[in-house]
């Protein structure tokens, strides 16, 4: 079955870099878009980036634009979140979930991996 | 960008009983909408999509309806494993953007 598994989170200082990734199983990666999803502790869901299948396009929400950057690697079936300049409202949970064929929706989630800003 | 209102924010509830959550989206999303369940701790679970069909394995007491702007979801008859927190998703445009959330509680 789809399988979704987020690394890379932990605590890091304020203005320094964390790189996240998931790993994906059970299906073909190199024909799903992804996302990233966050949720901050006690908060609701923030969608912060999608990319396309083959990586030649991706989109960022503004509130992440200019330091997050998503990519993916389809020889590993691997997406990552490159995190800089991180802030302590970047302290979430970081979920990956894979683009609905046909439409920008989510269907299925990772468990996600959390990350703590904080000095 | 689109803004999704859900409403109410939380609601209390008995087993047995018929629970209603709406979301209300700024502009005409078409039937773009997707409803989740996300129990504490874990992944968001997709429940309904096309605001209207249920997803595969999901329980038929769930069901959603609406288009344009105006997107109702429905548990017919709570079960104990329904409380959770609920969220609505509108896809038909970048960014996406999610509802506040309906935390489903027992009464």
């Known amino acids: 079955q789809v399988q979704l598994v987020e690394s890379g989170g932990g605590v890091v200082q304020p203005g320094k870099s964390l790189r996240l990734s998931c790993a994906a199983s059970?299906?073909?990666?190199?024909?799903?878009?992804m996302h990233w999803v966050r949720q901050a502790p006690g908060k609701g869901l923030e969608w912060l980036a999608v990319?396309?299948?083959?990586?030649?396009?991706?989109y960022c929400a503004d509130s992440v634009k200019g330091r997050f950057t998503i990519s993916r690697d389809n020889s590993r079936n691997t997406l990552y979140l490159q995190m800089n300049s991180l802030r302590p409202e970047d302290t979430a949970v970081y979920f990956c979930?894979?683009?609905?064929?046909?439409?920008?929706?989510?269907?299925?989630w990772g468990q996600g991996t959390t990350v703590i800003v904080s000095s | 960008d689109i803004q999704m209102t859900q409403s109410p924010s939380s609601l209390s509830a008995s087993v047995g009983d018929r629970v209603t959550i709406t979301c209300q989206a700024s502009?005409?999303?078409?039937?773009?909408l997707n409803w989740y369940q996300q129990k504490p701790g874990k992944a968001p679970k997709l429940l309904i999509h096309?605001?209207?069909n249920l997803e595969t394995g999901v329980p038929s007491r769930f069901s959603g309806v609406g288009s344009g702007t105006d997107f109702t979801f429905t548990i017919s008859s709570l079960q104990p494993e329904d409380f959770a927190t609920y969220y609505c998703?509108?896809?038909?445009?970048?960014?996406?953007?999610f509802g506040q959330g309906t935390r489903l509680e027992i009464k």
């Open positions: 979930a894979k683009k609905t064929s046909g439409n920008y929706a989510m269907d299925v």
């Open positions: 059970g299906f073909t990666f190199g024909t799903h878009g």
């Open positions: 990319i396309s299948y083959d990586g030649s396009n991706e």
């Open positions: 502009q005409d999303i078409s039937d773009y």
């Open positions: 096309d605001a209207s």
């Open positions: 998703l509108q896809y038909d445009n970048l960014p996406l953007t």
